[in-house]
């Protein structure tokens, strides 16, 4: 099994202003997502995030606006660039290993409010 | 990505069996199904995966159809602690795909006492 640690849990930021989200997972792991989850609904791939590589963005999601970092195999980041309130929403991070026979583990999310 | 459908939401008493069913009808040859469930605040948690059987484990088992087109998580006895979102997802083993769980809708479980 893997923990996955995010931070911040929660924050409230300004319009226009850009916020980093930290992903640490507790063991080497191969494969690492981003998912935002606006209220009430399900989730939405944003990217998958590659070590030492661009990450690879799902369809809606730039580079610019979400730009995403993956130094080691237990270290991710994403950013939320130049803020609006349609941007309020949770942020997760979820990691394992490749393969579809094995199992996803997420953090608890990040809860961000753009004002 | 192949797609799964399920019912919006499903109620059950407590202690009670809930069947939670899920169709895939596009599904493909590498594709293992997988089940995950939200509690309210908390990210997704794993619950089961299957690829042709029948499994069991603490939390579930889930069941398969013989083509592979539906499959049915089931609860042997609810209890409160199980009311969340439960998603059946289909994530390909093949490395070129991507290796992703894309979400579907869901369906919310209610428990009732």
């Known amino acids: 099994s893997a923990v996955i640690s995010q931070k911040p849990s929660r924050d409230i930021c300004q319009r226009g202003t850009s916020l980093t989200i930290q992903c640490q997972v507790d063991?080497?792991?191969?494969?690492m997502f981003w998912y935002r989850q606006q209220p009430g609904q399900s989730l939405t791939l944003i990217a998958t995030?590659?070590?030492?590589?661009?990450?690879?963005?799902e369809s809606g999601f730039v580079i610019d606006k979400f730009p995403i970092s993956r130094p080691n195999l237990t270290f991710s980041t994403l950013t939320v660039s130049n803020m609006s309130p349609e941007d309020s929403s949770i942020y997760l991070c979820?990691?394992?290993?490749?393969?579809?026979?094995?199992?996803?583990?997420f953090g608890s999310g990040t809860q961000l409010s753009v004002l | 990505d192949a797609k799964t459908t399920q019912p919006n939401s499903m109620e059950s008493n407590e202690e009670e069996p809930v069947h939670l069913p899920c169709n895939h009808s596009?599904?493909?040859?590498?594709?293992?199904i997988h089940w995950y469930r939200q509690l309210p605040s908390q990210g997704p948690e794993y619950v089961i995966h299957?690829?042709?059987s029948n499994v069991n484990n603490r939390m579930a088992s889930l069941a398969i159809a013989e083509d592979r087109k539906s499959s049915t998580l089931i609860l042997h006895r609810a209890t409160l602690r199980d009311a969340a979102v439960y998603y059946c997802?289909?994530?390909?083993?093949?490395?070129?795909?991507?290796?992703?769980?894309?979400f579907g809708g869901g369906t919310r479980v209610l428990v009732k006492p």
């Open positions: 997802i289909l994530r390909d083993w093949d490395k070129a795909a991507g290796n992703k769980l894309t």
């Open positions: 299957g690829l042709t």
């Open positions: 979820s990691a394992g290993r490749q393969g579809g026979n094995e199992k996803l583990f």
């Open positions: 596009t599904i493909s040859g590498t594709d293992y």
């Open positions: 995030a590659n070590q030492g590589s661009e990450a690879t963005y």
């Open positions: 063991s080497q792991v191969t494969m």
